[in-house]
Each structure stands twice: as C-alpha cells, then as structure tokens.
C-alpha cells in the first residue's frame, strides 16, 4: 500500500512540476502553435491548459485514493484552481502581460479542468483504478 501511495503521488507531483514548467518557461510559452492570429493561440493555449489541468485531477484524485480518501471533486477542483493561480503569478513575474481576465479565465479553467479529472477517477469502475 505505501509503495502503491508513493507512485501515486509521485505521479501528480511530477505532472504539477512539468504543467508548471511549460506554463512559465518562455520557449514554450510564448510559442506559437498555429500561423492563424492571436485568437487561435489563445484557443489553443486555453485547451492544453484545460487538458494538462485535467490530467492533474486525474492524478490528484489517486493519490488521494492511494492515501486512503475518498476523492472529492471539490478538492481536487480547489487544489488545481491553487496551482494554478500560482502559475499565474509566475507568469507575471516571468513578464507575461495578460489581463487580469484572462488569468481569472485561466485558473476557472484550471478548476474545471481538476474537477472533470477527479470526477472521471471517480466514475471509472475500480478494475481501471490500479
């Protein structure tokens, strides 16, 4: 059981320090993905952040599993949302010039993107939860 709880939060911590890197670093944050205009990087900047938020929740949510817990969706929501204001701050602090909207819509997206990752954990049935 404690080699199973270590490997799951193993696993989140180390998709929170990747997500948090590439979200803060400049070769990859300023990026551009698409030729089209600023709106499509946008787009596409908010769907990887929703994704990799998701894939947080996910992990999140097994670790709490591992632990013992049950998993809540609530706290897998709260936990992301945090990490991910925190990228926000980073963001700033690194030069990023983006309005205080856009980063109100980055961490809800990082709240959605936690709790849709914890309820799919919750949902799956537990031959899927290893």
Same mark, same amino acid.
């Given at each position: 059981? $404690?080699?199973?709880?270590?490997?799951?939060?193993? =696993?989140?911590? $180390?998709?929170?320090?990747?997500?948090?890197?590439?979200? $803060?670093?400049?070769?990859?944050?300023?990026?551009?993905?698409?030729?089209?205009?600023?709106?499509?990087?946008?787009?596409?900047?908010?769907?990887?952040?929703?994704?990799?938020?998701?894939?947080?929740?996910?992990?999140?949510?097994?670790?709490?599993?591992?632990?013992?817990?049950?998993?809540?969706?609530?706290?897998? =929501?709260?936990? $992301?949302?945090?990490? &991910?204001?925190?990228?926000?701050?980073?963001?700033?602090?690194?030069?990023?010039?983006? &309005?205080?909207? &856009?980063?109100?819509?980055?961490?809800?997206?990082?709240?959605?993107?936690?709790?849709?990752?914890?309820?799919?954990?919750?949902?799956?049935?537990?031959?899927?939860?290893?």
């Amino acid at each position: 059981m $404690v080699r199973r709880s270590a490997g799951a939060i193993a =696993s989140a911590l $180390v998709a929170l320090c990747v997500f948090g890197y590439l979200a $803060v670093a400049p070769e990859y944050y300023r990026i551009r993905w698409l030729r089209g205009d600023a709106s499509d990087e946008t787009f596409l900047r908010k769907a990887y952040s929703l994704g990799a938020f998701f894939v947080c929740g996910v992990l999140l949510a097994r670790a709490q599993r591992s632990l013992g817990f049950t998993p809540t969706i609530a706290a897998a =929501s709260a936990f $992301v949302a945090l990490f &991910s204001a925190a990228i926000e701050v980073a963001q700033h602090v690194a030069g990023s010039r983006e &309005s205080y909207l &856009s980063n109100a819509v980055d961490i809800a997206f990082g709240a959605v993107g936690g709790a849709l990752g914890a309820w799919l954990e919750r949902a799956l049935p537990t031959s899927y939860r290893r």
